[in-house]
């Protein structure tokens, strides 16, 4: 019994230890100043204080900035566009609703390189140029299903009264939307645009396919051409370090969101 | 006249899919009256409330409101209010907030708003509670506080779509009461939706009984228990001894194999008809020169303030009677019935009739089967005929793949020695069965009918 209790135990300890190592491998070796990773030659904070001055080159700053705009418009765009479909899911009946469910789920599923490649097939056929723009429509488009999955949970737990209810009482269908449906969905709201945020910094694949040739850059392809180029820069290592706690944070806080609504 | 309705419904009718959810729909409704529309689940009342709040477009009629018609306006246009079953609140603002809701859309002054909330809460006993959440509310304070919602805005009719029904019996009868004095107080039109009878009693003026789409019955309390105007609305109402009977002349009917005297007048000589006699109406005599009847006593249950007693009469028919003494089961006793306490009403139907079409010279199809029957001789295939068949001569199976129809048991009435049952076939038409098995609503059945069961009458 005891053994057993010991065993699992170890298991895992083992387990998050395999998991996590990468990255705890990252964050020690951001504290010291060698150029190799791997190499310790001593404690030292000049990593961290070399990517907060900015002497590190323009081109990692401007991808930082690329993540950054790019995280926080799609969110906002996905998170909008993914409501207003939540929203017109949700008064679906039968069939129609089963298969436009079904159909959100698909992007989800779907491998990135696929929806990567995808995507710039549609934009090549479409005529645009690929930069920025289409980048931040790739984040969008891949954001959105996962908006309307945490915004359901919430219609569905509402009472369908509510919306007539408020109609009864003299709202118009917009003011009964604002007023009435907006407040009770905008937890699953909040949820869905930290998840796009994530899920925004996080891209690798679509954003490699729809970045075009014009120099773009966010932080993770940067990275990639970076190691490619010989060697990782020193400074991405705290840049990583921070990253993964940002990301940790986003990630508890979204779990406290949906361990207080279950709690109620 | 008209001026004195506040709601006209003309010739509503709405469908569901293939489902006529409301067929043909007609009432009015005065000023300051309380209507309840009462029936069994499904039978269409609260799609009738829903057309009227506006949530539902009837496909067919008008609803006039003060004369005009409204059935045209969305329901935030209506000057009406609803008061729905599970409360509907606002979860995310508070006791005041949801009763100001409605003020303040209209732009009304803060002011004027604090002045009607607070008056509002006082009359559903909620004062104190205005910063309260509603999720802090038991569900008699939630509906509480959706009421004073609704009534704030001094709506011209209310709507209240079961609005006791998720509360425990206890606390339904304390708002039972409270409504009826809210509603004496404010003197607002009341229109209620249940399907629990005895509240529809308590609480209206008038009762609009519904079933499957149609009206049965418009009365007040009294003339709905008291004159029930047929099977459907007497088992409905309360408890009561439905009975095949005959109209002998006028004031005199027979039934249970006895004769009676009564009150109706202008059915007709030897007619047949339904008879309601309520367990309450039927009396125990020592007298012999009063006796009607003798009965054996076969079962006694304590009931609360009465006692309910089922007795077999001399000729063979079961009667359920209450009263406050009790009599021991065995006991032979001696029952009478006041003239006016018989209740007769017109059959609705004394055989099944249906259209046939002949397919042979001794098979007809109807009902999308075919069956064995006498065929005229002069018949050829291809003519349609009237077919008549009795009751008694529908035969029900245990099992569905036996018979020649398969179906489900709708509805049924006891009638004293035999069941009255409602078959609906699996392709939607209806067939009356008289039986002495006993069946189930919701039964699965096989149909059957013998080629003597079926009548020919030629169009």
Wanted: with cysteine.
């Amino acid at each position: 019994m005891k053994a057993n209790k010991l065993f699992a135990q170890l298991y895992l300890w083992a387990l998050l230890l395999l998991m996590y190592a990468p990255i705890v491998i990252i964050a020690i070796f951001s504290f010291t100043e060698a150029k190799v990773l791997g190499n310790w030659t001593g404690f030292s904070l000049n990593l961290y204080k070399n990517l907060f001055s900015g002497s590190v080159h323009s081109s990692l700053f401007s991808a930082i900035k690329n993540t950054l705009s790019i995280g926080i418009l799609s969110a906002l765009f996905s998170t909008a566009l993914g409501s207003i479909a939540a929203v017109g899911i949700y008064n679906l009946r039968g069939f129609k609703k089963r298969a436009v469910v079904f159909m959100n789920d698909i992007p989800m599923l779907n491998p990135d390189i696929i929806t990567g490649i995808a995507l710039f097939l549609l934009f090549v056929a479409a005529g645009l140029t690929q930069g920025y723009l289409t980048v931040l429509l790739a984040h969008i488009s891949f954001c959105t299903p996962y908006v309307v999955l945490s915004v359901m949970p919430k219609l569905k737990q509402m009472n369908p009264n509510v919306y007539e209810a408020a109609l009864d009482l003299g709202a118009k269908p917009h003011q009964a939307l604002l007023r009435v449906i907006l407040p009770q969905i905008r937890p699953g709201m909040i949820s869905g645009f930290i998840l796009s945020f994530t899920l925004s910094i996080d891209d690798f694949a679509v954003t490699l396919f729809t970045k075009g040739n014009q120099g773009l850059e966010t932080l993770s392809t940067f990275i990639y051409a970076d190691a490619r180029k010989g060697g990782l820069t020193p400074e991405l290592r705290p840049l990583m370090t921070v990253v993964f706690l940002v990301v940790l944070a986003l990630l508890v806080i979204i779990n406290f969101r949906t361990l207080k609504t279950k709690q109620q | 006249m008209a001026k004195d309705y506040i709601i006209d419904i003309q010739h509503l009718s709405k469908s569901f899919g293939d489902k006529k959810v409301l067929d043909d729909i007609n009432f009015y409704i005065r000023r300051g009256e309380f209507i309840t529309l009462l029936g069994p689940s499904g039978c269409g009342k609260t799609t009738l409330l829903r057309q009227i709040a506006g949530f539902i477009a009837p496909d067919e009629g008008k609803i006039l409101l003060e004369g005009k018609d409204i059935s045209g306006i969305p329901p935030y246009e209506r000057p009406l209010n609803t008061v729905f079953q599970r409360y509907a609140l606002f979860p995310h603002l508070d006791v005041y907030d949801n009763i100001a809701f409605g003020l303040k859309l209209q732009k009304v002054p803060p002011k004027e708003i604090e002045v009607r909330v607070k008056k509002m809460l006082k009359m559903v006993s909620m004062t104190d509670y205005e910063d309260r959440s509603v999720d802090s509310l038991s569900g008699g304070q939630q509906q509480r506080v959706a009421i004073a919602r609704a009534l704030v805005n001094y709506p011209k009719v209310l709507l209240l779509d079961e609005p006791l029904a998720a509360l425990d019996l206890k606390m339904r009868k304390d708002m039972q009461l409270e409504l009826k004095e809210i509603h004496r107080k404010m003197g607002i039109t009341f229109i209620y939706v249940t399907h629990d009878q005895e509240e529809a009693l308590t609480l209206s003026d008038t009762i609009v009984v519904m079933n499957e789409g149609k009206i049965q019955q418009i009365g007040t309390p009294m003339d709905i228990y008291n004159e029930p105007v047929n099977c459907f609305v007497a088992d409905f109402i309360g408890e009561s001894n439905i009975l095949k009977g005959r109209m002998i002349r006028d004031r005199r009917v027979a039934f249970i194999k006895h004769e009676f005297d009564c009150v109706d007048e202008g059915f007709g000589e030897d007619v047949p008809v339904d008879v309601v006699v309520r367990p309450e109406d039927i009396y125990f005599t020592k007298d012999p020169a009063k006796c009607q009847f003798k009965a054996t006593v076969n079962s006694c249950i304590f009931k609360g303030v009465h006692y309910e007693m089922w007795v077999d009469t001399d000729t063979g028919y079961e009667l359920m009677i209450q009263d406050y003494d009790p009599y021991e089961v065995g006991t032979e006793v001696m029952l009478y019935i006041d003239p006016d306490d018989i209740q007769v009403m017109h059959k609705e139907r004394t055989r099944n009739v249906l259209e046939a079409t002949v397919v042979d010279s001794n098979h007809v199809s109807m009902l999308g089967a075919e069956w064995e029957c006498e065929v005229p001789e002069d018949a050829s295939a291809g003519d349609v005929f009237t077919a008549e068949i009795p009751f008694e001569k529908v035969d029900l199976l245990d099992h569905q793949e036996d018979g020649k129809l398969s179906g489900e048991v709708h509805f049924l009435l006891y009638k004293g020695d035999h069941y009255h049952l409602t078959i609906l076939t699996d392709e939607g038409d209806r067939l009356w069965v008289d039986t002495n098995d006993i069946w189930d609503k919701g039964d699965l059945v096989g149909i059957d009918i013998p080629p003597e069961g079926i009548k020919l009458i030629r169009k």
